[in-house]
């Protein structure tokens, strides 16, 4: 099975240095030196669809613009690019959200998937009007998903008269064509029995291989006692450049811009998460208290995850490490990648540029759709020009046309 890869939309702003936010952290304005524009979120979205990634991810949270409203703009800039649109189920109707689902899918010739995200800190919310324990958002989830797959599935009236919802004949004018694929992440036990029943991918934060290993486990057995087989997918930052020495030299720049105050800031924040996952991240570094220690396993580092919650590794290291380490947690069972860095725009470059040619040289990639004809892995080149001539901390201008060759 050929891989597939999705890249990221900074909704909450871009830079050269880390932008926090993220699942569990404080509501702030967006962040970065590049606001999360219409403009430049399309550059982000057409690289990624000129490179051949199949989709992006847009997150959801009120430290980010809306995923719903930002994706239906940007698709009318795009012409095959997925959009991998967060939501929480427990903010709309089901019926609402099944038929925007299918609006979305008429309107941009089928390019919607969905990431459900049931929502693991009741503080965040309760700033949203929804005032159920964890526990319960699992369950209105697994009702939430039955109605919306009984109106995407059949024509007939669905009704449901759950714990948490009631519907009574509801039904769609028009059915999705084609039927979303439900994304869904989770490391609770709640969790883990909604995406057995529904997820048709199941996506984890990037931990080390023998971690990943162990929810790919268990989450297969319980989709097996619902009948049901998933795909596996895991988000992931990434670093990667012609040499190994200047990869880790772009992730101690990075570490260098932390600012031990913000750390301290947001590693309390996130001490006090519901979330299971996140508190699985914060182990991986252990509030930074030894910096030289981020390196989990290799090309592996944990060090996003001092400043930013939610997906806090990356995979560094040179284009050669890089496509070994996709293809280890491939031979896990891993078949999706939901990549990013910062800034978007130049490591969708240097990742689509790099990595997925030699991926696709070895029968791993087909460009965009996973069936094109693998492409040759590329000579070493060496190093680009350095895009960096400004200060780091002033506002780049917006690029016109692709960065450098090698990128």
Known sequence: MNLTFHWFLPTNGDSRHVVGGGHGTPVTAPGGDRPPHVRYLTQVARAAEDLGFTGVLTPTGAWCEDAWLTTAMISQHTERLKFLVAFRPGFVSPTLAAQMSATFQRQTGGRLLLNVVTGGESKEQRAYGDFLDKDARYARTDEFLQVVRGLWEDDGPVSLAGEHLRVEDARLSRLPDPVPEIYFGGSSPAAGHV???????????????????????????????????????????????????????????????????????????????????????????GGGGNRDGLEIHPNLWAGIGLVRGGAGTALVGSHPEVAERIAEYHRLGIDEFVLSGYPHLEEAYWFGENVLPRLAAQGLWGRGTGTSTPEPAPPEAPPPPDLRSSSPTSTPALLTAAPPQGR
Do not use: C
């Open 195 to 285: 995406a057995a029943r529904h997820a048709d991918v199941y996506l984890t934060w990037g931990e080390p291989p023998a971690a990943v290993a162990e929810k790919i486990a268990w989450i297969r057995t319980l989709a097996q006692r619902q009948g049901r087989n998933i795909r596996f997918g895991i988000r992931l930052h990434v670093i990667t450049r012609d040499t190994a020495a200047q990869a880790w030299a772009e992730a101690q720049r990075l570490l260098d811009g932390f600012d031990p105050e913000t750390v301290a800031s947001v590693q309390a924040g996130l001490a006090r998460s519901e979330s299971e996952g996140q508190q699985r991240m914060l182990a991986l570094h």
